[in-house]
Nanobody
């Protein structure tokens, strides 16, 4: 069992930055691939970024590539999502998730989820 708690969301103007954090507790954090997803009202949960167990490999959705950076600190059991140059279309609830699989980008492949943190970008 893994418990995940996201934080760092908020309201920001277009072009601004936010840093999301996801703290994990429970089973050994370093055995899990970690991912960030987001869900806007009326839309399905979509992949944003993922990072391998060691942090050596990262993957991004095309819509955030070059603006978002995922990282992890296994000593702190925490994964981060640095979001720069935010756009109104980035507005959503952001969730972190874990999987024992390799780096995957489908929500159904992730086993545990946090409660989400709201990110709102105003134009």
């Amino acid at each position: 069992q893994v418990q995940l708690v996201e934080s760092g969301g908020g309201l920001v103007q277009a072009g601004g930055s936010l840093r999301l954090s996801c703290a994990a507790s429970g089973r050994t954090f370093s055995i899990y691939t970690m991912g960030w997803f987001r869900q806007a009202p009326g839309k399905e949960r979509e992949f944003v970024a993922a990072i391998s167990r060691s942090g050596g490999s990262t993957y991004y959705a095309d819509s955030v590539k070059g603006r978002f950076t995922i990282s992890r600190d296994n000593a702190k059991n925490t994964v981060y999502l640095q979001m720069n140059n935010l756009k109104p279309e980035d507005t959503a609830v952001y969730y972190c998730g874990t999987t024992r699989l390799g780096v995957v980008t489908t929500a159904s492949d992730f086993n545990y989820w946090g409660q989400g943190t709201q990110v709102t970008v105003s134009s």
